[in-house]
């Protein structure tokens, strides 16, 4: 009998033990939920972090790097370096505006990028959606680089060069 008492506080400390953990993850994930969407409303970005996939703009960006994105600016200007999003895809691409032009619809003014990998020969034109030739400011850019962490070794704050 006193063998059976031992072997339940042993399972009653493990029981313990597994719920002290579980409640552990579960405050950590809450944690890293709420910075990130507190970070997102801070810088009107759906994601204000993301990774660079490619070469594509080498030598500002690398594999591996964190790019740190803010889209509170409301127009975008030529050399400025942005993420967005393909219509239909998922892929975050960043890429420099080369061109950008405006319009006039019904009052209201929009605002069209076109952008290039500083690494790749033309612009990203095969990349947009079929028959697209322009970004649209405010449906498709995710937001502009404002600082990076590089994969080999500290953070710095973008200065657009």
């Not at 579980?22 to 993301?50: E, Q």
């Not at 993420?83 to 892929?91: C, F, T």
Request: with cysteine; hydrophobic share 35%.
């Amino acid at each position: 009998m006193h063998v059976d008492a031992r072997a339940g506080i042993k399972v009653n400390i493990l029981c313990e033990t597994a719920q002290s953990n579980l409640d552990s993850f579960a405050l950590i994930v809450c944690t890293a939920f709420s910075l990130w969407k507190s970070l997102a409303l801070y810088t009107d970005s759906p994601s204000p972090i993301v990774v660079v996939l490619s070469g594509s703009m080498e030598p500002a960006f690398h594999r591996g790097d964190l790019l740190v994105l803010n889209n509170r600016k409301k127009a975008v200007d030529v050399g400025d370096v942005v993420v967005y999003n393909v219509r239909g895809r998922d892929i975050p691409i960043v890429h420099r505006v080369i061109k950008q032009h405006w319009t006039n619809r019904g009052g209201k003014d929009k605002q069209y990028l076109l952008t290039k990998g500083d690494n790749n020969p033309t612009d990203d034109i095969e990349l947009y959606a079929r028959g697209q030739t322009y970004l649209d400011r405010q449906e498709e850019i995710v937001g502009l680089v404002e600082g990076y962490v590089s994969s080999a070794c500290g953070g710095h704050e973008y200065d657009g060069s």
